[in-house]
């Protein structure tokens, strides 16, 4: 800093003298510190700069910050970007949305989770650790000399997101949050039924430069990869309760609009769905064809999504009363066009649409159909194998070989039940949360049922809608168990003359997808067994899928 020199005249008005010329100082001072640091980009015409902010242990979280004017003493409407898990370069997308939004007359400010990037600390997986980090960082913005404190929004995506809507259900308060592609009981999701999604596995395995887990963290990877029904039942012990809050939501006080997509591979939509009846504030629900983790994106719904997030913003930072529309709720339903295209359309209310739903159910009856009704049979059951012939074959060599090669092909034995209903009398729209009600048993005392739902349409082309998978690691030896299972959420308008398709099998891959690849949805079970799955008067197994109702 530069030096200061103080000249003061003495004479009967000292006082006068000295006050003016502090007045002069603590200005100037304001101002170099408000400079200090700063780097411009005339492409841009903004600044911006790069802090390290000491978190209440000493871990120091890498903070950007933008704006068009470092002097102007007026405070701005402010937007915090937190990132999504391992972003953690500036020319990721928090960095390039916070840059271009400063354009917009915003001061904006970015985040590195602690263990991400250059931020210090170790990563706990999106946990009450780092939501506390995020209660630190808005009070830098709210004590700092750029933000209106009245104004403030948080933005995020995945890990943002989940961490955003986190913090205001503990608490935190800010103007309005966008929580996207999230889910309340993300955790749990990626646990759901005991079937362990593969992409808990990938948040597991970044290199040191994206993410540095935690010793705890790391513990998670090795227990998935020994595949013991032991371990697991540790990680379902230690992974949901510092992470799932949908219990805590009712007492978020901050508007929020939240959106996800349908068919996200991290995280589905269910615990959005399900907390709907618990908010308490002003709220905006948006679920759709979005670009999210491997999920498919439709031009209009994206469009929609973008204009969402921008009267959002308009409406809570600049006061625009017009900009917010009156439907609370939205979601996209897809059909198959004549074209044997997936399209979409948009349904909107005021009132929660996934509660105007009723059971439509597709009882297992012999000869491969699904029936309306509960087979009059006695006691009939299909059998699902799993055989794995090399005993060599591991979980985790398969991870290494992306489930796929000679190697792979040859120990592991694939298998599948086909089942379908007759052609539709009708067009049937689907949305919410599917069902699987079933009686089974194994063998073994683990066993695994990978449910997938397909519209094969009239011409025989079959287009994957959604799956319920299930994993029992303590089956118990040939007994007939029940369960209800909760599968992956979706909107869908099965058109007339097609037929609902099912196909349940021991290993969940998706061909054609392209962020999967060949890789399986779930983790598949390295054990040998052969599963039941009855069905008859006594034991009634169904799809129960959420028919909606509306006009």
Not at 219 to 226: A, F, H, N, V
Not at 310 to 334: A, E, G, I, P, R
Not at 363 to 379: H, I, Q
Not at 435 to 442: D, G, H, K, N, T
Request: aromatic fraction near 12%; charge should be neutral; hydrophobic fraction near 35%.
């Amino acid at each position: 800093m530069n030096n200061i020199f103080i000249f003061i005249v003495y004479n009967n008005t000292m006082k006068l003298h000295i006050t003016f010329f502090l007045l002069i100082i603590a200005a100037t001072a304001n101002n170099i510190a408000a400079q200090e640091n700063w780097t411009y980009d005339s492409g841009g015409n903004i600044f911006s700069r790069i802090k390290y902010l000491e978190m209440r242990d000493s871990v120091r979280l890498e903070i950007t910050e933008f704006i068009q004017d470092t002097t102007e003493s007026a405070k701005r409407p402010c937007i915090l970007y937190c990132t999504g898990y391992g972003e953690s370069l500036p020319g990721e997308v928090s960095s390039l949305t916070a840059r271009y939004s400063a354009t917009n007359g915003f001061y904006t400010v970015t985040y590195r989770m602690r263990g991400q990037g250059l931020s210090d600390g170790v990563s706990e997986l999106i946990s009450r650790t780092e939501m506390k980090d995020l209660f630190e960082v808005i009070n830098y913005i709210k004590n700092g000399i750029y933000a209106n404190p009245e104004r403030i929004a948080i933005v995020g995506s995945s890990q943002g997101g989940i961490i955003s809507l986190m913090a205001c259900s503990n608490g935190l308060k800010v103007t309005c949050i966008i929580s996207d592609l999230m889910s309340p009981d993300f955790a749990s999701d990626w646990i759901l039924n005991g079937s362990i999604k593969m992409t808990l596995l990938w948040s597991l395995g970044y290199e040191d430069f994206k993410v540095r887990y935690s010793d705890k963290v790391k513990k998670y990877r090795e227990w998935i990869l020994k595949s013991d029904e032991g371990l697991f039942d540790s990680l379902n012990a230690e992974l949901p309760p510092e992470r799932d809050f949908s219990g805590l939501i009712g007492n978020c006080t901050v508007p929020v609009l939240i959106t996800n997509a349908w068919g996200d591979l991290f995280f589905s939509s269910n615990s959005i769905i399900n907390s709907i009846p618990s908010f308490s504030c002003e709220h905006r629900v948006f679920l759709g064809p979005i670009n999210g983790h491997g999920s498919s994106s439709y031009k209009e719904a994206e469009i929609y999504h973008n204009e969402l997030i921008q009267s959002w913003l308009s409406h809570y930072l600049k006061s625009d009363d017009k900009s917010l529309s009156d439907s609370t709720y939205s979601f996209s339903m897809s059909y198959i066009n004549d074209k044997l295209l997936r399209k979409y359309f948009l349904i909107s209310s005021k009132n929660n649409p996934f509660a105007l739903t009723k059971n439509f159910n597709l009882f297992l009856d012999r000869d491969n159909r699904l029936s309306r009704k509960s087979s009059a049979e006695n006691e009939k059951y299909y059998i699902l194998s799993n055989n794995i012939k090399d005993s060599s074959l591991t979980l985790e060599k398969s991870v290494n070989l992306e489930f796929k090669g000679a190697e792979f092909d040859s120990g592991f034995v694939r298998d599948s039940i086909v089942l379908r209903s007759e052609p539709l009398e009708n067009d049937y729209s689907f949305a919410g949360i599917p069902y699987a009600e079933m009686y089974y048993s194994s063998d073994n005392n683990t066993c695994q049922f990978n449910i997938k739902i397909f519209e094969q349409t009239s011409s025989g082309n079959n287009i994957f809608i959604t799956s319920i998978n299930f994993t029992d690691r303590k089956a118990g030896l040939n007994t007939i168990k029940n369960i209800t299972a909760e599968g992956n959420s979706f909107a869908h308008k099965f058109s007339e003359d097609s037929r609902i398709k099912v196909v349940i099998n021991n290993l969940d891959t998706r061909p054609g997808n392209k962020f999967l690849r060949s890789n399986p949805f779930v983790l598949p079970v390295m054990k040998n067994f052969k599963g039941k799955l009855y069905f008859g008067k006594n034991y009634p197994s169904r799809l129960i899928l959420p028919l909606l109702e509306y006009k």
